[in-house]
């Protein structure tokens, strides 16, 4: 599986298949005495909400609409993240936040964070990892946000349960 380890990241040693209580075979460095659960990269993905307007991105250069996101830094907890990466890409403050809904994206090996964000005001100033931004209302964000994305499966789940 992606993100397995077959050696100790450690010291390099080839792990060997040990029985953990509960939790299955889990690979097992014998030189370190150290198990390596399944890793993988964890990123937040943001509604970003002033009043009844959310706001969307363009990025890499591509020509439809995505949440803000961007993955967490060691020690970082995701709702420090999600203030930090927001303040790195639009220069906006965060009023207040709340996690709504978690999922496993396989494609990049990533657990995604989806967070409701509220900003202190609308005035975005975009760095240059963005290419380009707009405010929705909620109705023309379901119809703006990227078809089968897994953004427009947290941009529904908000618009269902938390709008
Ligand atoms: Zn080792």
Redesign the pocket.
Same mark, same amino acid.
């Given at each position: 599986m992606k993100g397995d380890y077959l050696y $100790?990241p &450690? $010291?390099g040693?080839k792990l060997e298949l040990e029985e953990v209580k509960d939790e299955g075979l889990i690979p097992y $460095?014998k &030189? $370190?005495n150290?198990y390596y659960f399944p890793h993988f990269n964890v990123a937040i993905s943001m509604i970003v909400r002033f009043k009844e307007e959310v706001l969307f991105i363009k990025q890499y250069g591509k020509d439809f609409y995505i949440l803000v996101a961007g993955y967490l830094k060691r020690g970082e907890s995701a709702e420090e993240a999600a203030i930090r990466e927001l303040k790195e890409e639009t220069n906006l403050d965060v009023s207040s936040l709340k996690i709504l809904k978690t999922k496993y994206f396989s494609k990049t090996n990533t657990l995604m964070i989806n967070i409701l964000v509220d900003v202190t005001n609308k005035d975005v100033k975009l760095n240059y990892e963005v290419d380009g931004y707009k405010w929705f209302n909620y109705i023309d964000g379901l119809n703006n946000i990227k078809e089968g994305s897994l953004a427009k499966e947290f941009y529904l789940n908000f618009y269902d349960n938390y709008r």
């Open positions: $100790c &450690n $010291c040693l $460095c &030189n $370190c150290e």
